[in-house]
């Protein structure tokens, strides 16, 4: 059998593209708990960036407005979650379920008038070079331009937190929300800023899906990916590198079923649906066995309110 | 000049009067919803949480709504109340409803008084197998149990879709995705003749009983509390957390389990694809809503089923989507979760001219 190098290259192109997704959100939410916010509502960000994205994109035509629509709409919604949890001081979890129930729903509301209807061509970049190098040309031209931000975003989002003083802020108001206070910090705006962003970014990954990906409104069409991309940030242990390397081992999972099921392979599609799902299981059993590791990496404060009484 | 102040301890009048708050506030969004929607805001609101129980039947469907939605909150209590986040109900009930159907199958050709008992007890143990994964993962391998009960949502129902659609569907069926149906020893009786409501009802009224009677009267119940209030008394005081992780875990999986045998054995009689309209996660805001008390919990899961009831209703008579159900049950727990604030917080008027 002779394998044709540009169908290893598509066929690592199209795990690339089904990763984009978790990373955008990934990335997001890993911002928000470095802050020492636990928002579980990424799904239900996610989802509705969706819908926004497409709606504007049918209503209105114009791709540019709905990608920055769709992360609009994914700060507007996570501003509930940050007034909920900073300002009345509620429960993270609780709060982010909430979130993402309410998500579902409205983004069901809002697109029953939009299922069915056809997705525009979204424009891609560096098309012209699609044939110039053998294997990697699939991989490195011919993609929207989310796709390489998302490639892009997770270096950018390690060097905020290394190098930057932002960076610096956000790390310290997740570790020891405490001492940032007293150091002059205001530690409730840092974290209003940083689940605000997590929204933009998860509301950009609803859009990839919705506008690029698949083209289309499909109800619930997120499929759990939110809740893939937060297991993704226990996985990475809060390092934005490490996001990388699990999506795409995600994104290969969801990609190695459709070609198990295009050669025939005797597995129950089910099962082969199913085995994100438990492969994300499996991950976080190993990732967390070793408790002293998991405790010197996730963000000291994760999950806890802080109030300063005044 | 007002200010807000904190309350030197959490306000137990408000404990309970908050629950109602939210429910007003989130008619009131309903209303404005609606109003945006292009519907007549009142009109709306009536069919919505009126008239689908206006009715004998329409009131027998509401008991039929909340009972798994009281059982499964029941179950969610005692681990929400000792800080263990099972959100994977959705799961343990599909899984029990697994088990037990397919005890139920095994005797689809056969009647006997013996068979209901094995079908409910199946599925008691389905939803504690499904809830033990998460507690075992939580207690030896330090692994989150929130990612982990709902990952296990996802792998139930595509085990359900399998088995529907594969080597349990019915020889007889033209391949529809469905089993045979269940004999009637297998099914729960009926309540009264021409509704839908079935025994399942005291299956959730008993745990209630049983429930209470833990919190409130046992050496366990009071671990609980203090695990919830905080986990470094608990440990403090000796006790044994990994014992009770696992046993919360299994209660509450149980209810889950045998919210799923009463939606099979009960008004579906098979199994197919979709034997629950995601109850387990509605459950969540059941048990928050009904403030983690059983008597709570049932007016909660009274509340939350006529949210379920007015989203068919609504789409029927005035063609609004039946996903406002949805809507309205997370905008419920947003104000439920705002409207806590004024536990801990007072507004006080402060005379700001001495």
Same mark, same amino acid.
């Given at each position: 059998?002779? &394998?044709?190098?540009n169908?290893v290259g598509?066929?690592?192109?199209s795990i690339m593209?089904?990763a984009?997704p978790?990373?955008?959100?990934?990335?997001?939410?890993?911002?928000?708990e470095?802050?020492?916010?636990?928002?579980?509502?990424?799904e239900?960000?996610?989802?509705?960036?969706?819908i926004?994205?497409?709606?504007?994109m049918?209503v209105?035509g114009s791709?540019?407005?709905?990608?920055?629509?769709?992360?609009? /709409?994914?700060?507007?919604?996570s501003?509930i979650f940050?007034?909920l949890t900073q300002t009345?001081i509620?429960?993270?979890?609780?709060?982010?379920?909430a979130?993402? &129930?309410f998500?579902?729903?409205i983004s069901?509301?809002?697109?029953?008038?939009?299922v069915?209807?056809?997705?525009?061509?979204?424009?891609?970049?560096?098309?012209g070079?699609?044939?110039?190098?053998p294997?990697?040309? !699939? &991989?490195?031209?011919?993609?929207?331009i989310v796709f390489?931000?998302?490639?892009a975003? !997770?270096?950018?989002?390690?060097?905020?937190?290394k190098?930057?003083?932002?960076?610096l802020?956000?790390?310290?108001?997740?570790?020891?929300?405490?001492? /940032?206070?007293?150091?002059?910090?205001n530690?409730k705006?840092?974290?209003? /800023?940083?689940?605000?962003?997590?929204?933009a970014?998860?509301?950009?990954?609803?859009?990839y899906?919705?506008?690029i990906?698949?083209p289309?409104w499909?109800?619930?069409?997120?499929?759990?990916r939110?809740?893939?991309a937060?297991?993704l940030?226990v996985?990475?242990t809060w390092? !934005?590198?490490?996001?990388?390397?699990?999506?795409m081992?995600?994104?290969g999972?969801t990609i190695?079923?459709?070609?198990?099921?295009?050669?025939?392979?005797?597995?129950p599609?089910q099962?082969l649906t199913?085995?994100?799902?438990?492969?994300t299981i499996i991950?976080?059993?190993?990732?967390?066995r070793d408790?002293?590791k998991?405790?010197?990496s996730?963000?000291s404060?994760?999950?806890?309110s802080f109030?300063?009484?005044? | 000049?007002?200010?807000?102040v904190k309350?030197?301890?959490p306000?137990?009048?408000?404990?309970f009067?908050?629950?109602?708050l939210?429910?007003?506030?989130?008619l009131?969004a309903?209303?404005?919803?609606?109003?945006?929607?292009?519907?007549?805001p009142f009109?709306?609101?009536k069919f919505?949480?009126i008239v689908?129980?206006?009715d004998?039947?329409g009131?027998s469907?509401?008991?039929?709504k909340?009972t798994p939605?009281c059982l499964?909150?029941?179950?969610?209590s005692f681990?929400f109340k000792?800080?263990?986040?099972?959100?994977g109900?959705?799961?343990?009930?599909?899984?029990?409803?697994?088990v037990s159907g397919?005890?139920?199958?095994?005797?689809y050709?056969?009647?006997?008084?013996?068979?209901?008992?094995l079908?409910?007890l199946?599925?008691?143990i389905g939803g504690?197998?499904?809830?033990?994964?998460?507690?075992i993962?939580k207690?030896y391998f330090?692994?989150?149990?929130?990612?982990?009960?709902?990952?296990?949502?996802y792998?139930?129902?595509? &085990?359900?879709?399998?088995l529907?659609?594969?080597p349990?569907s019915?020889?007889?069926g033209?391949?529809f995705p469905?089993?045979?149906q269940?004999?009637?020893s297998?099914r729960?009786p009926l309540?009264i003749e021409g509704?839908?409501?079935?025994?399942?009802?005291f299956l959730?009224?008993?745990a209630v009983v049983?429930s209470w009677?833990?919190?409130?009267k046992?050496?366990?119940?009071f671990?609980?509390k203090?695990s919830g209030?905080s986990?470094?008394?608990?440990k403090?005081?000796g006790?044994k957390?990994?014992?009770?992780?696992i046993l919360v875990?299994l209660?509450?999986g149980?209810c889950?389990g045998?919210?799923?045998?009463?939606e099979i054995t009960g008004p579906i009689g098979q199994?197919h694809?979709?034997?629950? !309209?995601?109850?387990?996660?509605?459950a969540?805001?059941?048990a928050?809503?009904?403030r983690?008390?059983?008597v709570?919990i049932i007016?909660?899961?009274?509340?939350v089923?006529i949210?379920?009831?007015?989203?068919?209703?609504a789409?029927i008579f005035?063609?609004?989507?039946?996903y406002?159900?949805?809507v309205?049950?997370?905008?419920?727990l947003?104000?439920?979760l705002a409207?806590?604030?004024?536990?801990?917080?007072?507004?006080?008027?402060?005379d700001?001219?001495k």
């Amino acid at each position: 059998m002779i &394998i044709d190098v540009n169908f290893v290259g598509l066929i690592i192109a199209s795990i690339m593209a089904s990763a984009v997704p978790l990373i955008l959100a990934s990335c997001g939410e890993l911002i928000t708990e470095r802050s020492g916010v636990l928002n579980l509502g990424v799904e239900g960000m996610m989802i509705i960036g969706a819908i926004s994205g497409f709606a504007l994109m049918t209503v209105t035509g114009s791709l540019i407005i709905a990608v920055f629509g769709a992360m609009l /709409a994914g700060v507007l919604i996570s501003t509930i979650f940050a007034f909920l949890t900073q300002t009345l001081i509620t429960n993270h979890v609780a709060t982010g379920l909430a979130l993402t &129930i309410f998500g579902i729903g409205i983004s069901a509301m809002i697109g029953k008038n939009f299922v069915g209807i056809p997705g525009k061509e979204f424009p891609v970049l560096f098309e012209g070079l699609k044939d110039t190098i053998p294997l990697l040309s !699939p &991989i490195l031209f011919g993609h929207s331009i989310v796709f390489y931000f998302a490639f892009a975003l !997770p270096f950018i989002t390690s060097y905020f937190l290394k190098k930057t003083k932002v960076g610096l802020i956000v790390r310290a108001v997740g570790d020891s929300p405490e001492s /940032a206070s007293n150091q002059g910090i205001n530690v409730k705006l840092v974290r209003y /800023a940083c689940i605000l962003y997590g929204g933009a970014m998860c509301g950009l990954a609803g859009a990839y899906l919705s506008m690029i990906y698949t083209p289309q409104w499909i109800e619930n069409m997120t499929g759990g990916r939110g809740w893939i991309a937060l297991a993704l940030v226990v996985f990475s242990t809060w390092n !934005p590198i490490k996001i990388l390397i699990g999506a795409m081992i995600f994104g290969g999972l969801t990609i190695i079923q459709f070609h198990m099921q295009a050669i025939g392979v005797r597995i129950p599609v089910q099962f082969l649906t199913a085995l994100p799902y438990l492969v994300t299981i499996i991950v976080l059993v190993v990732i967390s066995r070793d408790s002293r590791k998991i405790r010197l990496s996730t963000p000291s404060s994760l999950g806890k309110s802080f109030h300063k009484d005044n | 000049m007002i200010k807000i102040v904190k309350r030197d301890q959490p306000s137990k009048a408000i404990f309970f009067f908050t629950p109602v708050l939210a429910i007003f506030l989130t008619l009131v969004a309903g209303g404005i919803i609606f109003y945006i929607l292009g519907f007549k805001p009142f009109e709306a609101l009536k069919f919505f949480f009126i008239v689908p129980i206006a009715d004998r039947y329409g009131f027998s469907e509401l008991l039929l709504k909340a009972t798994p939605l009281c059982l499964i909150a029941i179950g969610l209590s005692f681990c929400f109340k000792s800080n263990n986040w099972n959100i994977g109900a959705e799961g343990q009930l599909t899984f029990g409803a697994i088990v037990s159907g397919g005890i139920a199958l095994l005797f689809y050709d056969q009647e006997g008084f013996y068979i209901l008992p094995l079908v409910i007890l199946a599925g008691a143990i389905g939803g504690m197998i499904y809830a033990s994964i998460p507690a075992i993962l939580k207690t030896y391998f330090n692994t989150n149990e929130i990612l982990v009960s709902l990952m296990l949502v996802y792998v139930s129902k595509l &085990i359900l879709d399998y088995l529907v659609v594969g080597p349990w569907s019915n020889p007889e069926g033209f391949n529809f995705p469905e089993t045979r149906q269940f004999s009637d020893s297998a099914r729960l009786p009926l309540l009264i003749e021409g509704l839908r409501i079935h025994a399942g009802i005291f299956l959730a009224l008993a745990a209630v009983v049983i429930s209470w009677f833990v919190f409130y009267k046992t050496y366990l119940g009071f671990q609980m509390k203090v695990s919830g209030f905080s986990l470094k008394t608990a440990k403090y005081a000796g006790y044994k957390g990994k014992k009770m992780i696992i046993l919360v875990f299994l209660i509450s999986g149980a209810c889950a389990g045998l919210a799923g045998v009463g939606e099979i054995t009960g008004p579906i009689g098979q199994l197919h694809r979709e034997v629950s !309209p995601d109850y387990g996660f509605t459950a969540i805001i059941v048990a928050f809503l009904g403030r983690l008390h059983p008597v709570g919990i049932i007016f909660a899961s009274l509340v939350v089923a006529i949210t379920y009831l007015g989203a068919e209703t609504a789409q029927i008579f005035m063609q609004i989507p039946k996903y406002t159900g949805q809507v309205f049950q997370g905008m419920i727990l947003f104000f439920l979760l705002a409207s806590d604030y004024l536990l801990f917080f007072k507004f006080k008027f402060i005379d700001t001219k001495k």
